[in-house]
């Protein structure tokens, strides 16, 4: 049997993450903790709250994939300015606009406009 790549696996988790965010109510409870839903070790941009219905975690051989999304009233060069002050000092090293690498790990960060504010998704993947 043929293991499938990570890429493959990144995109499998991306969907289910897209199908699950447009599953969950409008309603549902938010949570407010200081790091970034399913990545413990990533703090949550004041302003910002976790998503959790929306997000996935799924451990493979590989290592980790966590498709996180957290939402609020913040711009993304508000985002992009507090993750690159952030992000370096826990050993992240910035490949592109949005994307980090450290370690066997690579994360990134995009977000969409909605409505008054931003929902921004955090994606970690093995490298």
């Known amino acids: 049997m043929k293991i499938p ?6 995109m499998a988790v ?25 990545i413990e070790d990533l703090p949550l941009m004041p302003g910002l709250v976790n998503a959790p219905e929306a997000s996935v975690t799924f451990e493979a051989l590989a290592g980790r994939i966590v498709v996180a999304f957290a939402e609020g009233g913040v711009s993304m ?29 690579e994360l990134s960060l995009d977000a969409v406009v909605e409505g008054d504010g931003l929902v921004v998704r955090f994606e ?3 490298r």
């Open 14 to 38: 991306t969907v289910l993450a897209v199908v699950l965010a447009g599953a969950a109510g409008t309603g549902a409870a938010r949570g407010d903790d200081s790091f970034v839903s399913g």
């Open 77 to 105: 060069p508000e985002v992009r300015t507090f993750y690159g002050a952030t992000l370096p000092q826990l050993g992240w090293e910035q490949t592109a606009p949005g994307r980090w690498i450290r370690a066997e790990e």
């Open 124 to 126: 970690l993947t093995p």
């Open 5 to 10: 790549t990570r890429r493959w696996l990144a």
